[in-house]
């Protein structure tokens, strides 16, 4: 009940969230509320662009709000950039409300499955979180106005109060289902099929497809006509009683004859088992031959459903339903909205209640019904018409079906220079016409799911331009035949030419041109600094350049298909040497931020010395030397008393802002001299406003350190720094708001210790709350760091530069798993990476050690030490060993000592 009464609040908020428009004229004007509306408008706003959305409902979110429950995508890794943020966002919120290891968090399937209150919920905040993104719902498009061929200003109106309002822009965005702005501007369009001679394509045009065995069937024609793929609603239903809204009537206009070809479909057996199926394309095996499989029903949190209307029964009535919505007046689009709800009403009420089925069939139909806490609104019902196509603009470049699949068969699709999104998912129509007189297969018009021919494909910015009109940029009803359209129709493609679209208005308005002319190179340098895939790449490792958001990171026979599920107690053991450097178990101290170097003929190893438990008052640094990394001297402080926060001030040992702590940060060996790095900052949280990263030189007569000063001020690092193909320095840094601002780089340390330049990694602060970042280089020169995700996915997350650190791709979840830990790794002298980590996302036991040819996907992983927990790695090699420091429950510091050689001395069960 409370959750329903909380989801019941946030959606009137929703709806009362319209913003206050800007006292400044918008920038950029985005039409249409739609997923990708919304990318285009938070896209541009976060380039500090004013934007007004305008939505003719009253929430946003179009069909991904309105009753879809799962992003339809079949190739994971080719949708990135704003759309992965969402859907990381969706999976948190799941482990946030519910736990780690609740059902809805498994039910959402990484974020990619959700109920529609959730994704209203969490594209409302996106919006809201860009101060320059206006929001008007309830506002319908009346007229555009054009002076010499360019869009320069639309009117709305109130759908409530038929108040009139004009706004003028710079750019403006159709992300419409229908095309409505580009049409109102006089943009050329298309409405229907082409024909298959117009493109040559092979599945044009008025088909009969049969979708089990993938052939061309008789009756087809190829001839070109105004007709359009059904439209539908898409339901959200709830297996839960209390939860449930059951209908207690048909609607108004019922008419069970419009469901009576079902019944010829059960006896025909075409709502049996299909010959083949895959996972999330609503298949319920417990639906299988029964009238129920006039529903595709697919599980979501909270005992919910994402419910489609089957096409595949010859009894499907919608089809030829939508004639004249497109281009009919607000009062036409009403009426076939209200038929279309009914049709789905009513088709509910029969498989629920008529005699005439079956009472076991009607049983399991009754175990579904409108949820109370979805579109409370609205009768619980979807607000949005599933509008799987519409008008298709006419622009400088036509997406057909050979842009998708080649030959067809093992061709690879076309490449475009203007590459600025990548599609993927299988081209997939809904049939076009109701049954005809010797229909006994399958629906005209119905192209079910070419997955056999369907490859991942560039999309180029040409479709989003209108051929003659300026000033409009057209992400969503963009220029594609008929067959194009459906494979590019999917949200998470729409949601990445809608980021793509707002980089684009931004750019325009930047450089002062039309949208057809911005530079595409630098739109492109945006966008995959923004993480948005743009090669269709079939690489299976990833590439900083060809694939930057692949999540291959662990690949090898002996991994199974859930990385979560390695046993890792039972990994092959490495052979070590393991020693103590220091313990405070008994004093009830604090030793962690472990690290290591090799120095003037010896080992070195320093870390954060404090009271009571991690990083308090009066915390310092200390180190310790050995001539071979397991004999160690007695430790020394390295650092001073923090500033009044030694053992005699009254805020020893707490958490406050009147107290101050050294954080141990890593040796840096530069000119010839050995430098200690440690922070300094108030120890109230992590991390003060004071925070300052020094350095202190070591003095190699008696073995003291002087403080060199402040390097940087505001920073933190993670490890120290290492020299980048540049010849300068590279280190990472968190200021200290960094969870709201980010992880940066720091690139120089050349003309002196504290010249620096700070570069941002774009979305360590939105897709995941990044934590404790670590580099290094691959073997082509580029860079790649790795990120624990505090907001615990328990998976590495991933990003790469291609220019010496200056820009990073947006951060991506990788396979390889994590304990939210810290994590250290180094390339070795024979080429080859090690990664020493917690890779056990249940606790920090044990530490495993990863072996990578490439940098890139590692397919070997070994035990180190466990039985305890075990964190802070760090490692080194010297002399034919790798040495790997530790903290044992941040009360130790240890140290193994590994020859490189039985690297070589451990198999992972299962490989070969």
């Known amino acids: 009940m409370l959750r329903r009464q909380l989801l019941f609040l946030a959606t009137l908020i929703c709806l009362l969230s319209t913003t206050t428009l800007h006292a400044a004229k918008p920038d950029v004007v985005v039409i249409g509320g739609t997923p990708g509306g919304i990318t285009a408008a938070i896209a541009a706003g976060r380039a500090g662009r004013n934007v007004t959305l305008v939505e003719y409902h009253d929430h946003v979110g179009g069909m991904m709000t309105g009753g879809l429950g799962k992003s339809d995508i079949e190739h994971r890794e080719m949708v990135g950039g ?21 059902e809805n968090v498994k039910k959402c399937r990484d974020g990619y499955y959700y109920e529609p209150s959730v994704a209203e919920a969490v594209l409302e905040k996106m919006l809201r979180e860009v101060p320059t993104i206006t929001v008007l719902k309830g506002w319908r498009l009346k007229s555009a106005t054009v002076t010499n061929n360019r869009l320069v200003a639309v009117e709305i109106v109130n759908r409530k109060s038929d108040e009139l309002r004009t706004l003028e822009a710079k750019v403006f965005i159709d992300s419409t289902y229908e095309g ?30 049969d979708y089990q065995n993938k052939t061309i069937l008789p009756g087809t024609t190829g001839a070109a006509d105004d007709r359009l793929p059904a439209y539908t609603y898409r339901l959200c239903l709830t ?45 319920n095996p417990a639906h299988f031959g029964t009238l129920v499989r006039a529903l595709s029903v697919t599980e979501i949190p909270n005992n919910k459903s994402d419910v489609n209307i089957n096409p595949r029964p010859l009894g499907f009535p919608f089809p030829e339903e939508n004639a004249g919505y497109v281009e009919g007046d607000d009062e036409t689009r009403q009426r076939i909205r209200a038929r279309h709800r009914n049709l789905a009403l009513g088709l509910l009420w029969f498989l629920q209640n008529d005699d005439e089925v079956p009472a076991a069939h009607r049983k399991l139909a009754n175990q579904l019904h409108l949820a109370k806490d979805e579109f409370a609104d609205n009768g619980h019902f979807p607000f949005q018409l599933y509008v799987r196509e519409a008008r298709r603009l006419i622009g400088e470049y036509t997406l057909t079906e050979h842009d998708i699949t080649g030959d067809g068969q093992d061709n690879t699709p076309r490449h475009h220079d203007d590459s600025i999104a990548v599609g993927e998912f299988p081209i997939d129509s809904f049939p076009c016409r109701k049954r005809q007189p010797g229909d006994t297969i399958v629906l005209e018009g119905y192209l079910g799911m070419l997955d056999h021919i369907t490859r991942p494909y560039e999309i180029p910015y040409r479709i989003m331009i209108p051929q003659t009109i300026d000033g409009l940029i057209v992400p969503v009803a963009a220029s594609t035949t008929h067959v194009g359209f459906s494979s590019i129709r999917m949200e998470p493609t729409w949601m990445a030419l809608g980021q793509a679209a707002g980089a684009a208005a931004d750019l325009a308005v930047e450089k002062n041109v039309a949208p057809r002319a911005v530079p595409v190179e630098q739109l492109q340098d945006r ?105 160690w001297s007695e430790p020394k402080f390295l650092t001073p008393i923090p500033p009044n926060s030694g053992p005699d001030s009254e805020h020893y040992n707490t958490r406050t802002t009147k107290g101050w702590r050294w954080i141990s940060r890593g ?10 790095l440690a922070s300094l900052d108030e120890a109230a949280g992590f991390f003060g406003p004071g925070l300052e990263l020094h350095a202190f030189r070591l003095n190699p007569d008696d073995e003291t350190w002087e403080d060199q000063g402040v390097m940087y001020d505001n920073a933190i690092n993670n490890f120290p720094p290492q020299k980048i193909p540049t010849g300068q320095w590279m280190m990472s840094r968190r200021p200290y708001n960094y969870k709201k601002a980010g992880v940066q780089f720091l690139v120089g340390g050349v003309k002196g210790i504290d010249q620096w330049e700070s570069f941002p990694v774009l979305g360590s602060s939105s897709e995941l709350s990044a934590e404790e970042p670590f580099w290094w280089q691959l073997p082509d020169g580029n860079l790649m760091a790795l990120f624990r995700d505090n907001r615990r996915s328990g998976f590495l997350y991933r990003s790469f530069s291609v220019d010496n650190g200056r820009t990073w791709s947006r951060p991506t979840k990788t396979d390889f798993p994590d304990a939210t830990s810290k994590i250290n790794g180094l390339r070795l002298k024979d080429g080859r990476y090690v990664l020493v980590s917690n890779a056990n996302p249940k606790k920090r036991d044990p530490l495993v050690l990863s072996i990578s040819d490439d940098g890139l996907v590692f397919n070997r992983m070994g035990y180190l030490i466990g039985g305890r927990r075990i964190d802070y790695p760090h490692v080194i090699e010297q002399d034919g060993h790798l040495l790997v420091a530790f903290s044992g429950g941040k009360q130790s510091v240890e140290v193994l000592k590994i020859r490189l050689a039985d690297l070589d001395g451990f198999v992972n069960e299962g490989e070969e």
């Open 667 to 676: 040796f840096w060996q530069r000119d010839g001299e050995l430098l200690a």
């Open 527 to 631: 966008l995959a600094q923004q993480g948005q895939v743009l090669r269709h790449t079939t690489a299976t490792a990833p590439h900083p350049k060809d694939n930057p958001l692949s999540p291959v990171m662990l690949k090898a026979d002996w991994v199974p298909d859930d990385p979560h599920t390695i046993d890792f107690a039972k990994l092959p053991r490495i052979k070590s040497q393991h020693t103590v450097v220091n313990d405070v178990r008994k004093s009830k101290g604090v030793n962690q931020h472990n690290y290591l170097v090799h120095h003037g003929g010896k080992y070195w190893a320093m870390w954060s010395d404090g009271p009571g438990v991690e990083d308090r008052v009066g915390q310092r640094v200390k180190f310790a030397t050995s001539p071979d990394g397991l004999t």
């Open 82 to 102: 704003i759309f992965t943020e969402y859907i990381a966002r969706v999976r948190e919120h799941y482990i946030r409300t519910y736990g780690r290891d609740h």
């Open 239 to 283: 297996t839960d009683p209390e939860n449930a809204h059951p209908l207690t009537e048909p609607p108004a206009d019922y008419d069970r004859a419009n469901y009576l070809g079902y019944f010829d479909d059960l006896k025909a057996g075409r709502l049996d088992a299909p010959k083949s199926y895959k996972p999330g394309r609503g298949y």
């Open 180 to 209: 409505d702005l580009y049409a109102a501007a006089g943009a050329k369009f298309r409405i229907g099929r082409e024909s298959r001679e117009e493109f040559n394509e092979p599945h044009a045009g008025v088909i009969y497809f």
